[in-house]
């Protein structure tokens, strides 16, 4: 089940949090020669679910693709209260350092595609909106991010500077 691509919502302002999250990805995808982001209230609304489910839970895993209804996630847990937006999304971006652009999954230096996966989501070419909430607990938070349309498409390029071919 696809879900209908995430309008961008005008109805407020973003939090100071909110506004870091998505500046955050715009950064490392400007680096990367990816477009940049929107943020979504529709995504941030769906991530903010799966967060309390994770913080309430104590479990730390991704929503399975009915549950996502064809978003892209990338999750994050730590310490409550130990880094900022910046940081959290830092993590994600860290993973830079073991990519190659090529075809996904064959995107890293390690061999296991998974090693990359947070980065690829945030740069992925086709990828125009996030929305990110964090859950706490009393001693973490959880953080997840969810994107439209998802990236890490099996047998997709992956090389944000070249030019893009249309998804089917």
């Keep these: 089940m696809a879900a209908a691509p995430a309008a961008p919502q005008a109805s407020r302002a973003p939090t100071r949090e ?3 999250l998505l500046e955050a990805h715009n950064l490392a995808r400007a680096e990367a020669g990816a477009p940049p982001l929107a943020w979504s209230d529709r995504l941030a609304r769906d991530a903010a679910g799966w967060a ?3 913080a309430a839970s104590g479990r730390y895993d991704h ?4 549950q996502r209804q064809g978003q892209g996630e990338n ?3 730590g310490p409550r209260g130990h880094w900022d937006a910046w ?3 830092g993590f994600f971006v860290a993973e830079k350092a073991l990519f190659r652009p090529g075809q996904f999954p064959e995107v ?4 296991r595609w998974s090693d990359v996966a947070h980065y690829t989501q945030v740069i992925w070419p086709q990828t125009r909106e996030v929305g990110c909430a964090i859950a706490t607990t009393p001693a973490e938070e959880v953080l997840v ?3 439209w349309p998802a990236g890490n498409i099996w047998g997709y390029p992956i090389d944000p500077g070249a030019p ?3 998804r089917r």
């Design 145 to 147: 991010c969810r994107y």
């Design 75 to 77: 999750l994050w847990r």
């Design 63 to 66: 929503a399975n693709l009915e």
């Design 18 to 20: 909110e506004h870091d």
């Design 52 to 54: 309390a489910h994770l």
């Design 164 to 166: 893009q071919v249309a």
């Design 87 to 89: 940081t959290k999304v």
């Design 108 to 111: 890293s230096a390690s061999g």
